[in-house]
């Protein structure tokens, strides 16, 4: 079980993240159903809404089930005490409860769900109108006058379930904050907690109700409830941003404490890349607004482009959200001691421009001495206690040598950045040949699996499989994963030989998920101030990540004339990537 610890350490930031963002998903659409869609989304758009509240709050309870399962491992495991002994802590009760509740919200829902129950005002059988540019109308059935009133109390059967649901959901919150820094704190607990709670509603609210928008906006009866629908998600959103900066900055200011912790500290650089994916967001949203006011005013030819817009604020936001979730991995920077931040002056000395690092340390000077000596030995007796000890926690400070291979990987895996940012210009002015850009990450795949842990297999000593056992090791893996799928996929579509659109899609999801990863991504240092130093290149990179997926998300689903401005985005976070990389030190 110890041996495994560092994974699970990383693992519980993964689900922490993950069952915030289905909290966030079933709190949104419940918010949703109750007070946006209401009668005018009709019944096909309440259906679908429904549905995927009934498998997030399924999810929620497994993700929460999972988080509370390895809390409790790392838990037993480091502090030596029985399972009897943890379930009366709060954090084991809190997710107990958690769990419960979100179970509960999954039933009331899939009850709402059933069929007879839709609220939909116009959610009878839905025709094509020729005169109405082929959108479906509600027929008049009977001779009866429609009337959206009328319909929704004919099918509000579900209503009272979802608010019941929603209350129950309010406990889901109460969790939530339960194991936040927030309740974990001694002085002024109760602010703390209430700007942690509107801070988590508002983001529920907003993000979580935006998967919903686009379900409703989908499946719309016509434009004119799209319309609605989009103008009261509208004046929602705008309400929850205010709360959300307002609780953002009140808990910003009370937890980084001063302006030398905003990047002297890892905390406070989390809390920086936050704001930053957020005005990424609020750009989105201002965009999203001003389609919604021309609607409103009768102009609807770019509600199709809301729906773009907003599947990039849904990718972002959950970005933002699992950045929330790492801070809770690392102790607010007001907690820290004034030798443990990092100067300004300190920052300036890492990040100046110097020549890159691009031969590599000799194979001796690669592994620490402790390693080197194990090896060495020859009933390889040594290497077997060497590997014993708690993966992450090293006995000794990492070599000269090990510093300067990270740097060399580093720099080179830029060079590589660079020169496929590059080509992607130059195939985006016309220069046929340079379409196959993408090729140049298998190559970087292959160097990462060799270098990017020398001390494993085939390179080093330590068997392959103990890599799975080390936080580190294991993203380093899946990095190169989405690399191959990334260069295999991109290529293809480059170069028109993808055989299904989808095929495009990979290159935005597998920017997500690098991003995330570089958010979470742990790094075995024992110098808190050389962890931020690295912290602070790669937070920017995983935020230009995210920019270069979503732009190229963007470009494949919008119209013609935004799309060509949007395509040269990710080609330049690309070439700035490489930059970054190529200037990366440890030292």
Known sequence: MLQLLDVFGFLS????GLTLALQS???GGLVFDLFIARADAGAAAVRACRRLLVASALALALAQAAYLAADTA?????ADLSLAAVAGANFFVAGAIATALALAVAALASWAARPGRDTGGRGGPQLRDPDRGGLPHQPNLGGLPHHPDLAASRGAGGRPALAAAL???LGLLAAAVATSHAAARLEG??????????????????????PYLLLALGRAPDRA??????????????????????AGIGLAAIYVGSPAAILGTAYGAMVS????????LLGLGALNYYVVRRAEAGDTSGLAGLRRFAEAEVGIGFTVILAAASLTSQPPAVDLAARDLVSLPEIEARMAPRPPRLVPPAASERLSPALQRAAASPDQGDLAAYLSYVPGQLAEPRTAGELALSEFNHNVSGLVVLLAGLLAVAARAGWRWARNWPLAFLALAVFLFLLADAEYWPLGPVPFWRGFLVAEAVQHRLAVLLIVAFALFERRVQTGSAASPATALVFPFVCFL????????????NNPKDELLVELSHASIAILGVAAGWSRWLELRLPDGPRRAISWIWPICLILVGALLLDYRES
Do not use: P
């Open 25 to 27: 998903m079933v709190i």
């Open 167 to 169: 209350l129950l959901s």
């Open 13 to 16: 930031v993964v689900l922490r």
């Open 225 to 246: 409830a799209a319309r609605t629908v989009a103008s009261r998600f509208s004046r929602l959103a705008q309400g929850s941003v205010a709360m959300l900066l307002a």
């Open 273 to 280: 890349a936050k704001a930053i994916l957020l005005a990424l």
């Open 189 to 210: 607990r109760a602010l703390l907690v209430a700007l942690t709670s509107l801070h988590l509603a508002a983001i529920a609210s907003w993000i979580g109700g935006l």
């Open 74 to 78: 790392i838990l037993m495991g480091t």
């Open 514 to 525: 690098g991003g995330a990863l570089l958010l979470t991504h742990s790094h075995s240092l």
